[in-house]
T-cell receptor
């Protein structure tokens, strides 16, 4: 079992829809949780990061972490065709030398059609 | 502020050869990590360097090595290339303090081994 599980999709939604992306994990040492967006043939782009449990909002994006369930989510409101990309969840432990080691989900491929 | 840069962007090598990839982090960032991205395994951590010292290493064979220079630039070397080494190699950098939790990726070097 991989440490981070993410449904690869693909996910196809109409413009304006609310998108929900999710990951589960098994390592209770994970404390930092990130979401990256990766366009085709590009490097991942950091969207948001959160520490421990709770919610964080940034514009149309909301990240949620439920450490008790080992479950994280990213919600995209009013989705746009430009949001079409692969979304990757990533996480790391809160220990100095391991903080820089990210464990990634496989990514969910999202298509938003006009 | 310029982002993470990687050179070359594309590379074709023959099985058995060796290759060196280069990464320049964001100005002021002293931590550089390397990841391998393949369709089969997703994004996997190779190693991280901080102040010219390797501080963390993933589960890759010894053919994969790296180093960091005093200006924080990093290189990754793969010796005795195998067909399975064909992948997108990504470099990421992060800062210090609060910036330590945000890892920024470069565009990657796409390596094809024939």
């Amino acid at each position: 079992q991989k440490e981070v599980e993410q449904d690869p999709g693909p996910l196809s939604v109409p413009e304006g829809a609310i998108v929900s992306l999710n990951c589960t994990y098994s390592n209770s040492a994970f404390q930092y949780f990130m979401w990256y967006r990766q366009y085709s043939r590009k490097g991942p782009e950091l969207l948001m990061y959160t520490y421990s449990s709770g919610n964080k909002e940034d514009g149309r994006f909301t990240a949620q972490v439920d450490k008790s369930s080992k479950y994280i989510s990213l919600f995209i409101r009013d989705s746009q065709p430009s949001d079409s990309a692969t979304y990757l969840c990533a996480m790391s432990a809160n220990r100095g030398s391991t903080l820089g080691r990210l464990y990634f989900g496989r990514g969910t491929q999202l298509t938003v059609w006009p | 502020k310029a982002g993470v840069t990687q050179t070359p962007r594309y590379l074709i090598k023959t099985r058995g050869q060796q290759v060196t990839l280069s990464c320049s982090p964001i100005s002021g960032h002293r931590s550089v990590s390397w990841y391998q991205q393949t369709p089969g395994q997703g994004l996997q951590f190779l190693f991280e360097y901080f102040s010219e010292t390797q501080r963390n290493k993933g589960n890759f064979p010894g053919r994969f090595s790296g180093r960091q220079f005093s200006n924080s630039r990093s290189e990754m070397n793969v010796s005795t290339l195998e067909l399975g080494d064909s992948a997108l190699y990504l470099c990421a950098s992060r800062g210090q303090g609060q910036g330590a939790y945000e890892q920024y990726f470069g565009p990657g070097t796409r390596l094809t081994v024939t």
